[in-house]
């Protein structure tokens, strides 16, 4: 099987990220169309490289999105930064039609960026953990629970879906470009205090 292609990833302004996606037809479910689509956004996902991807960041405005997280995209964090962001890698999942619910009254706040919003970052206040619901390209049902990084992920992409960008619901004073955030040594509590949010 040929490898799947790598899609250009649309950037903010384009309309399609501000917009409701569709729910994908039933009839559609296990179908090389959708099969293929979801090989080239795994493919475009980890050539980024990035945790997450969203189909209307590759121009379909379908809900659909995948996400995995990997040892080597966390190198540059300290174990003790892994625990904080609860960052673990984890294996590739495709959700289709997904639902995300949050489970716990926890918050949690770090810098987040997109894929679509490129060299940016900025403080967002997400859920802690959250359940999330729907089915695989080829139909199965695929039900979890995630909490920390994973839970993160979930609710940044499932925002895709319903055109939204996660600079509208940062800390808008916390908004960087990605090597202030990398090269940074302060805890998120430090700039906080230090930007008065
Ligand atoms: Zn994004």
């Keep these: 099987m040929p490898d799947a292609p790598i899609l250009p990833i649309v950037q903010a302004g ?17 179908t090389p169309e959708l099969r293929d689509l979801c090989a080239a ?4 996902m980890r050539a980024a490289p990035g945790v997450g991807l969203a189909a209307p960041q590759v121009g379909v405005a379908w809900r659909v999105f995948v996400m995995e997280d990997r040892d080597e995209l966390m190198s540059v964090l300290s174990a003790g930064e892994r625990h904080e962001r609860g960052r673990v890698a984890f294996d590739v999942r ?6 995300v619910r949050p489970v716990a009254g926890e918050r949690a706040t770090f810098f987040e960026g997109c894929l679509s919003v490129d060299g940016y970052a900025a403080l967002v206040e997400r859920h802690h953990e959250v359940e999330v619901a729907g089915v ?5 049902a695929c039900a979890f629970r995630a909490h920390g990084w994973p839970a993160r992920i979930l609710q940044h992409e499932i925002d895709h879906l319903d055109g939204t960008l996660y600079v509208d619901r940062m800390l808008s004073r916390s908004f ?7 090269d940074g040594t302060k805890t998120v509590e430090e700039i906080r205090r230090e930007l008065g949010i």
């Design 136 to 140: 695989d390209e080829h139909g199965e």
């Design 14 to 30: 384009a309309p399609i990220l501000r917009a409701r996606a569709a729910e994908v037809p039933p009839e559609l479910l296990g």
């Design 41 to 44: 956004m795994i493919a475009t």
């Design 94 to 99: 495709v959700l289709v039609n997904p639902v």
């Design 176 to 182: 960087s470009t990605v090597d202030y955030v990398r």
